[in-house]
């Protein structure tokens, strides 16, 4: 298993569940089709809501939560491969919600499960403050296909580079980011972030983003992508709307970058250092 064929699925999704699911059971389908060994779904495709939806997200986290985690275990079982179920809400106590990552292997048996770490608290339009209905993890996450050891982060996890770091040390060669990444500041910062996460573990990314959203004043930015050890896009959809991206992973390719520049043996753990500081003058 030292190729893997991987695919990122990016949707479009809105307020109607039903409609979503029937979107996201298209991507399962067609990124099995194409004979992909591992696939990951978008952040939030059961349901991209604007906050003010509150009471629809909680409602759909406690009476749901549940069904689509067997949805998506059939889904991998059908077909035989390893599903990164993006996330969905899932409940986190009295009127709070997890943004939940569950992965499922080819006999559809749940192997690992992420809370979103990374709160996305900015004042954008329509997305607004995340903290206020969702409740932080408060761990990391692996699982392991055989030699592939795969580190899980949802979305604003992006910018935040020692989580990935710590993934890495761990022993994971890849990194798994669904998202609902936003239109203006997918603009800015969606490629940089997702080559930089990749370049400095070394190890390859599949970012699959939601695009065109249907929710008022959720645009995101699409440009799902799989990127390699070295930095480089190895599959970008630059067209917006539903579709998937198909990348070959190769651990001899992480085996030969990290050969030839060994910058994870040479890393050190910075954290622990003291800081000095001299003094100006004035």
């Known amino acids: 298993m030292s190729q893997l064929l991987a695919a990122a699925i990016q949707l479009s999704s809105g307020l109607d569940v039903e409609e979503n699911i029937a979107a996201a059971a298209q991507g399962v389908e067609a990124a099995a089709s194409a004979g992909a060994g591992l696939a990951v779904l978008p952040e939030m495709w059961p349901l991209l809501a604007p906050d003010k939806l509150r009471a629809q997200k909680l409602a759909l986290a406690r009476e749901r939560g549940e069904e689509l985690k067997a949805l ?50 900015l004042s954008a339009p329509g997305f607004g403050k995340e903290s206020d209905l969702v409740q932080a993890g408060d761990r990391l996450a692996m699982f392991n296909m055989g030699p592939w050891h795969a580190g899980l982060s949802i979305c604003y996890d992006l910018r935040f580079p020692a989580l990935y770091q710590r993934l890495s040390a761990a022993g994971a060669n890849i990194l798994m980011a669904p998202s609902a990444f936003t239109q203006k500041t997918g603009e800015a910062h969606w490629l940089l972030l997702n080559r930089c996460r990749a370049v400095e573990n070394q190890c390859y990314i599949i970012a699959a983003n939601q695009s065109e959203s249907r929710s008022p004043g959720m645009a995101c930015f699409g440009h799902s992508l799989i990127a390699g050890p070295w930095g480089e896009i190895l599959a970008c959809r630059e067209e917006t709307g539903p579709g998937i991206v198909l990348a070959e992973l190769s651990l001899e390719r992480i085996t030969e970058v990290r050969g030839k520049l060994p910058i994870l043996r040479h890393r050190r753990d910075v954290a622990k250092l003291e800081i000095h500081s001299s003094k100006g003058a004035g």
């Open 72 to 121: 998506m275990a059939g889904w991998a079982r059908r077909f035989g491969f390893w599903l990164v179920g993006g996330s969905i809400f899932t409940p986190a106590g009295a009127d709070r919600i997890h943004n939940h990552c569950s992965v499922f292997d080819p006999q559809g048996q749940e192997v690992a499960s992420y809370d979103k770490l990374h709160l996305f608290d």
